[in-house]
């Protein structure tokens, strides 16, 4: 059997599979069941959060001769014939490809042919603010007034980037990013038909690193199975992302605290020696200071931060032997880094340079506050002149 990619094997075919998004599924749906379909739709929001599955979803669903609380039935002669990827009334366009004025020419000839089969013949042009101004000049007044049995659905990742003639002419709906949770609770579901074992750690990381995109958090978790042989460890998921270990970012911190100048270039250098990513490394660090700070400040940071029981002991630790101030000076001075490492030569250079600025800011406050401790007290026993 051919190998089919998590993604695309478990992309939503019906409106109940899909996650995250309750808020435009609601509304699709009253749409389908109070039959106020508009001619056209604008589907924004960061990639892999669902917004051409469900332009599909949808694009069936209205076509469905006997839809259940807005949701296609599958079994009707229309859904029978739409499940065929050949039909001719659901139409994508990926506009990344075909954004010429020629394309958008193509489209205007076939409108005024009626569907074949369904009730609506649906355009789904996806990434549309590829499209050209002249393109956009030519979708305008098709969009503005199609016949009555075309229905378009336009899906971007940069809204901002489309004519508000287009955006004045579509009901817009704005894809959210999907919570650690709920990417959470899909990944069990997903590892649990598939046959692979998994620590719930792991799969809080899984879902962390996937940043609300569904698409990304099962790529990795794809990835993360065929390294791991289907038993995902936490640890595996580290090594297979590239992504510092709690330990080793631990390790950097105490030193940086401690102001232990040697053993934390020796690190740093055992760590080059590896082949480790210094600007990886450098985002990791600042996101782990990060959590040092919530284990400061909030009295629920367990439940927050999801980390194996010993890593969150050696966190707290940390966060007992420092302040805030600390904290705050490596998260700042680290995160106006990411920009140069972009166009640094030498990576490693550019992070221990910093952070031994970090260690040598924290010895000039200290003699700082010594020397202002010392003319207190002359102040106070009348020593100064």
Known sequence: MEHQALYRRFRPKTFDEVIGQDHIVT?????????????????????????????????????????????????????IALNNPDNLDIIEIDAASNNGVDNIRDIKESVIYPPTISKYKVYIIDEVHMLSESAFNALLKTLEEPPTYVVFILATTEVHKLPQTILSRCIRFDFKLVSIETLVGQLQKIFDQVGVKYEEEALKLIASLGEGSVRDTLSIAESCITFSNNNITYDSVTEITGITSKDALATI?????????????????????????????????????????????????????????????????????????????????????????????????LFEINVLGLLNDEDRIEKLEQRIKALESKIISGDCP
């Open 253 to 349: 911190c105490e030193y940086i605290i401690t102001r232990d100048c040697t053993n934390l270039l020796s690190y740093l250098k055992a760590l080059a020696d590896k082949g480790k990513n210094f600007g990886q490394l450098n985002r990791d660090l600042v996101n782990f200071v990060r959590d040092i700070s919530i284990i400061k400040n909030c009295n629920n940071a367990q439940s927050l931060l999801s980390m194996p029981d010993d890593i969150y002991s050696r966190c707290q630790a940390i966060a007992q032997s420092c302040d805030n101030a600390i904290l705050i000076k490596i998260m700042s001075r680290l995160s106006s880094l990411e920009q140069e490492f972009r166009y640094t030569t030498d990576s490693r250079a």
């Open 27 to 79: 509304t699709l749906k009253n749409q389908i069941v109070s039959n106020q379909i508009s001619h056209a739709y604008l589907f924004s929001g960061t990639r892999g959060t669902g917004k051409t599955s469900i332009a599909k979803i949808f694009a069936k669903a209205i076509n469905c001769t006997e839809p259940q609380n807005g949701i296609a039935c599958g079994k009707c002669p229309a859904c």
